[in-house]
């Protein structure tokens, strides 16, 4: 069975930064693309990030491009979102998802989320 | 950027009753969409992709269709455990997916 575990939920200032993990078990993680996706507290889903198996290859959305950075260790069975300059805006359930062994664009499996907080 | 359209917003429906949820794209997805299921306090479960096809595990009542700009899903007869938010994800502009706003399914 998958297991997608996320670091705990963490407040921080605005312009501030913060690291999140990601723990996978249950399939082998250097095969898979992987990615990070959001929810804001009450609202839909957005994507955030992808990485590649190699880790070679990150991609991110508008709203978070020259900010975030997707990173993964295949040696550590672990993937990692780093967040700089924090804004209010990026309040949200952070989820680690694994891609579907089929496509690598559709979000098979998902971590418990990590709530970031970013308040004053 | 894709913007993808869900309707409706709210659905109040009845178990044992056939719902269908629609899912419209700004322009064409072929058929790169997918849909999840999200209950409260949990993280969302795909349950279709590639349109029509469920994912593993998946009960047969759900069916996906569609193709171009226009999707449905569909829940042959509801179960209480149903009752959920849906959302569709379009994959077709790697890789800015983008989910529509989802549909709330709440009991009649």
């Known amino acids: 069975e998958v297991y997608l575990v996320q670091s705990g939920g963490v407040v921080v200032h605005p312009g501030g930064s913060l690291r999140l993990s990601c723990a996978a078990s249950?399939?082998?993680?250097?095969?898979?693309?992987m990615h990070w996706v959001r929810q804001a507290p009450g609202k839909g889903l957005e994507w955030v990030a992808l990485i590649n198996w190699d880790g070679e290859n990150p991609y991110y959305a508008d709203s978070v491009r020259g900010r975030f950075t997707i990173s993964r260790d295949n040696s550590k069975n672990s993937l990692f979102l780093q967040m700089n300059s924090l804004r209010i805006e990026d309040t949200a359930l952070y989820y680690c998802?694994?891609?579907?062994?089929?496509?690598?664009?559709?979000?098979?499996?998902w971590g418990q989320g990590t709530l970031v907080t970013v308040s004053s | 950027e894709i913007v993808m359209t869900q309707s409706p917003a709210t659905l109040s429906v009845s178990p044992g009753e056939r719902v269908t949820l629609s899912c419209r794209a700004s322009q064409s997805v072929s058929s790169r969409l997918a849909w999840y299921q999200q209950k409260p306090g949990q993280p969302p479960r795909l349950l279709i992709y590639a349109a029509s096809t469920r994912a593993t595990g998946i009960p047969a009542r759900f069916s996906g269709s569609g193709s171009g700009t226009e999707f449905t899903l569909t829940i042959s007869s509801l179960q209480s455990e149903d009752f959920a938010v849906y959302y569709c994800?379009?994959?077709?502009?790697?890789?800015?997916?983008?989910f529509g706003q989802g549909t709330k399914l709440e009991i009649k």
């Open positions: 994800q379009q994959y077709n502009n790697w890789p800015s997916y983008t």
């Open positions: 249950g399939f082998t993680f250097d095969e898979y693309t």
């Open positions: 998802v694994k891609c579907h062994s089929e496509t690598t664009s559709v979000f098979d499996n």
